[in-house]
Nanobody, 119 residues
Framework: QVQLVESGGGLVQPGGSLRLSCAAS????????MGWSRQAPGKQRELVAA???????TYADSVKGRFTISRDNAKNTVYLQMNNLKPEDTAVYYC?????????????WGQGTQVTVSS
């Protein structure tokens, strides 16, 4: 089994910063792409950022220039540095990882962490 655990969410004022972390654990052989998505109340889940095992990144237009995704392959961890946060960034943030375990390959998701941007 593979587990993903997010941390780092919270309440921040507009213009502030947060750093999310997501650590993968379990029977991991290798991790391919990792990413962050978010879901605001009443809206569909949307991809925020993704990073390949080689470090290639993609971002949603709404967060380009403000968010940075990175990963530490030795720790099986992906990060999301969020700067200049806006109220519209308020959502539950989920990480996901494309993982090859000792038995299979699949896409795994964390439980989510709440980010609230409000004054």
């Amino acid at each position: 089994q593979v587990q993903l655990v997010e941390s780092g969410g919270g309440l921040v004022q507009p213009g502030g910063s947060l750093r999310l972390s997501c650590a993968a654990s379990g029977s991991i052989f290798s991790i391919y792409s990792m990413g962050w998505s978010r879901q605001a109340p009443g809206k569909q889940r949307e991809l925020v950022a993704a990073i390949t095992s080689g470090g290639t990144t993609t971002y949603a237009d709404s967060v380009k220039g403000r968010f940075t995704i990175s990963r530490d392959n030795a720790k099986n961890t992906v990060y999301l540095q969020m700067n200049n946060l806006k109220p519209e960034d308020t959502a539950v943030y989920y990480c996901n990882a494309d993982v090859r375990s000792t038995r299979t390959r699949g896409d795994y998701w964390g439980q989510g962490t709440q980010v609230t941007v409000s004054s």
